[in-house]
């Protein structure tokens, strides 16, 4: 299988509309309606420089692919609507930019037309998707942060099944931010992209810059099984993701 189809994959998981399947568990929880309050209260922002690095291996474990791509994102002086342009797509370390432009900017593109607040933020109550406060919790940048898990599911059309995914925000006690999103996919395996997913993980960081919440980092996992010249073939992909110089669309 080619690691476009690996992108592909991922740009699709990760452009999804989240919509909201269970019932809140929560009661009134000041921590969780102050970071639900500063996060709603922040304008959406668009990251101007997107960089990728991933890493396919076979079932054994072998690595076989490193890709490495840059993106930047522009805002068209006229509608303001953002629109992405590779710089650099890097596979084993040969430039692979000009032959792959159009499909990988195309599923970029999609990406920047569905941008959102990261599940379960995205709701317009995002406390119905919390099933419970945690009792442990976890260090991040030397601050001791509160867990809330969710589940949330998915939907990428009215053709497609709908996925589900369950998920834990991280929020420091200190300035109600979610310093990070941990999630994963629920209901695998299942077909996508014409592969079969067996795992999905995505782990998300954040930050809070001048009033702005904003993305900053993400770590994903994916494990998949598909065919390539009519042979079984199992991958399983790691990439990580970082987004600079943001910049707000009024969407």
């Given at each position: 299988?080619?690691?476009?189809?690996?992108?592909?994959?991922?740009?699709?998981?990760?452009?999804?509309?989240?919509?909201?399947?269970?019932?809140?568990?929560?009661?009134?929880?000041?921590?969780?309606?102050?970071?639900?309050?500063?996060?709603?209260?922040?304008?959406?922002?668009?990251?101007?420089?997107?960089?990728?690095?991933?890493?396919?291996?076979?079932?054994?474990?072998?690595?076989?692919?490193?890709n490495q791509l840059l993106f930047e994102t522009l805002k068209d002086p006229a509608t303001g609507v953002p629109h992405g342009v590779l710089k650099q797509l890097l596979e084993n370390?040969?430039?692979?930019?000009?032959?792959?432009?159009?499909?990988?900017?195309?599923?970029?593109?999609?990406?920047?037309?569905?941008?959102?607040?990261?599940?379960?933020?995205?709701?317009?109550?995002?406390?119905?998707?919390?099933?419970?406060?945690?009792?442990?919790?976890?260090?991040?940048?030397?601050?001791?942060?509160?867990?809330?898990?969710?589940?949330?599911?998915?939907?990428?059309?009215?053709?497609?099944?709908?996925?589900?995914?369950?998920?834990?925000?991280?929020?420091?006690?200190?300035?109600?931010?979610?310093?990070?999103?941990?999630?994963?996919?629920?209901?695998?395996?299942?077909?996508?992209?014409?592969?079969?997913?067996?795992?999905?993980?995505?782990?998300?960081?954040?930050?809070?810059?001048?009033?702005?919440?904003?993305?900053?980092?993400?770590?994903?996992?994916?494990?998949?099984?598909?065919?390539?010249?009519?042979?079984?073939?199992?991958?399983?992909?790691?990439?990580?993701?970082?987004?600079?110089?943001h910049w707000q669309w009024e969407k």
């Open positions: 299988m080619s690691s476009l189809l690996s992108i592909t994959i991922k740009r699709a998981l990760h452009s999804a509309i989240i919509l909201s399947l269970f019932a809140s568990a929560l009661t009134a929880d000041p921590l969780w309606e102050q970071a639900e309050r500063l996060v709603l209260n922040s304008p959406i922002l668009v990251p101007g420089e997107v960089e990728t690095h991933q890493l396919v291996f076979d079932g054994k474990g072998d690595q076989q692919v490193e370390n040969k430039d692979k930019t000009e032959k792959s432009r159009k499909e990988v900017e195309q599923d970029f593109q999609g990406e920047l037309n569905s941008i959102e607040r990261d599940f379960p933020f995205h709701l317009e109550n995002p406390s119905d998707a919390v099933t419970e406060k945690r009792e442990e919790t976890k260090i991040i940048l030397d601050r001791e942060c509160v867990g809330y898990d969710f589940v949330v599911t998915k939907s990428d059309g009215e053709d497609e099944e709908p996925s589900r995914f369950a998920g834990t925000v991280w929020i420091d006690p200190n300035t109600a931010v979610p310093l990070e999103i941990e999630s994963h996919m629920l209901d695998l395996p299942r077909k996508e992209e014409g592969a079969e997913i067996v795992s999905v993980v995505i782990n998300r960081q954040y930050g809070y810059e001048n009033g702005s919440f904003i993305t900053l980092s993400e770590q994903q996992q994916l494990w998949l099984n598909a065919k390539f010249l009519f042979k079984k073939i199992v991958v399983y992909m790691e990439s990580e993701t970082h987004y600079r110089k």
